[in-house]
């Protein structure tokens, strides 16, 4: 009988670091670390930090080496508050005892991607008089504060393939005596995206509602970060900035994941008490979204997601275990079709890349986009040339052709005049140079040389080719070149010169 109470990733987390699958190198360093820790002579890098994607087996490695080394984990949280002095407290005792007997400490730092710079000076002094290996775990290293990154050996972590992902599933599937057609596991192998836990749970949720819901579920991962992943994770929190961070990925918009979270709601706590505060916090958020859409004032949108995420997280106690996330059934939720998703999504990605912006900010720029282009063309005109939308992306933004086409026809006005003023700005340049090729001929060329310059050979006049080439395209750039520096070689003249 397959069991659906206990989440399969904790009951299928391998238990020793030789069932870890493809990270071998990963492994061969974390070993080598924590046996120069075991000889007595604490490694140059009292700190290690395990990077990589999630789902990758970082959190499994640091059990599964507690286990076989015969340390104590102490799991501390980057984002809570009290960490420094939880690991202040823990890193100088060296040991413990308890029924098993002396067993030492490792303490397990989690997300330390997440450490606030304030807060990390503080940190990398207490991995200097560790007496314990600190263990960290980071989606990116590069996001640990330097401080403490400088300290701290790294080992980087990788997707897993989609043959792993296949593998480690069917082994699950023979466990539970269960079969799942081909195609929903290779679905599901893909589109996890080289994530190990995501794809379990995938499988868990695929197979606790009835394999026919298997394709309802699956379409919604195509988002960024699975809808599925970020409640599961919020609905495991009480902690209000893990909760916010959870679904800090996720590709939607808050009154679709607003949905999503009534939807699972009722699920996830034990006492009805419970479950009418976190309502509550969701009828907050839904205030506030309303309100942000009469007003146009979005930045409203970032009160309704933090009611929606930290204040359902710390409205009471919730169910341990796996629990099933639904897809909301009384609103038709992707109305938008996977043309009109992606196309809102690469505009998305152009305003981050354009703007400088986070994604929450360029979903509520978006918004104030969107009513620019159906009500003010000229000024829509050049956002399309600014942000170097596709004709489909204008379609989308104003939802009417014809306006569309308004739009797309000023634009393209508009990219003439541009192309106009930059050649005459080339030609302004060309004259310049010119000038001043002749002028410095005049001052510093001796006739003779000249008379030189035009025996040269024809391979010399090849390579003077060559040479001129990129100044060539230097001067087509509609920038204009700062001055070169002295001695260096600017001109045809100066070529010949030489
Ligand atoms: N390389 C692996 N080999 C075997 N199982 C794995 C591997 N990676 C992940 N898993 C499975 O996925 C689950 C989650 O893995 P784990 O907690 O180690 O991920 P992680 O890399 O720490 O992710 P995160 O960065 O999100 O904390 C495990 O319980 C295990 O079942």
Partial sequence: ??????????????????????????????????????????????????????????????????????????????????????????????????????RRKLIFLDEADNIEPSGAREIAKLIDKARNPIVMSANHYWEVPRGIRNKAQIVEYKRLTQRDIMKALIRILKAEGITVPKEILQEIAKHAN??????????????SGGIEDAEEVLAYRDVEKSVFQALAQLFATDNAKRAKLAVLGVDMY??????????????????????????????????????????????????????????????????????????????????????????????????????????????????????????????????TVFLELSKKEVEFLTGDKELARTIWDKSLNIHKKLKEARSELEEHVKAAVEIMEEAKGEVTEEPEEAEEAEELSEEELEKAEEEIEPLRKEKKSDKIDKPKKKGKQATLFDFLKK
């Fill in 194 to 207: 080289g994530d190990l836990r995501a794809a379990i749970n995938d499988l868990q949720t695929v197979v």
């Fill in 1 to 102: 009988m397959p069991s659906f109470d206990v989440p399969w990733v904790e009951k299928y987390r391998p238990r020793r670091l030789s069932e870890i699958v493809n990270q071998d190198k990963a492994l061969e360093q974390v070993r080598a670390w924590i046996e120069d820790w075991l000889h007595g002579n604490a490694p140059k890098k009292k700190a290690l930090i395990l990077a990589g994607p999630p789902g990758t087996g970082k959190t499994t490695t640091i059990y599964a080496l507690a286990r076989e080394y015969g340390f104590e984990v102490i799991e501390l949280n980057a984002s809570d508050e009290r960490t420094y002095e939880k690991i202040e407290r823990y890193v100088q005792a060296a040991y413990t005892r308890d029924i098993l007997g002396k």
């Fill in 254 to 383: 808050p009154h679709e994941l607003l949905q999503w979270i009534d939807e699972n709601l009722p699920y996830v706590y034990y006492k009805p008490e419970d479950i009418a505060r976190a309502y509550k916090a969701l009828s907050r958020a839904d205030i506030y979204l309303g309100r942000a859409q009469r007003t146009g004032n979005y930045s409203l949108w970032k009160y309704a997601t933090d009611m929606m995420t930290a204040g359902v997280a710390v409205a009471g106690v919730k169910k341990k275990g796996f629990v099933r996330i639904y897809p909301p059934k009384t609103i038709k939720l992707l109305t938008e079709s996977k043309e009109e998703r992606s196309l809102r999504d690469s505009i998305v990605k152009k305003i981050m890349k354009e703007m400088h912006m986070a994604r929450m900010e360029a979903l509520e720029t978006l918004e104030i986009i969107k009513s620019i282009f159906q009500s003010n063309p000229e000024m829509a005109a050049h956002f």
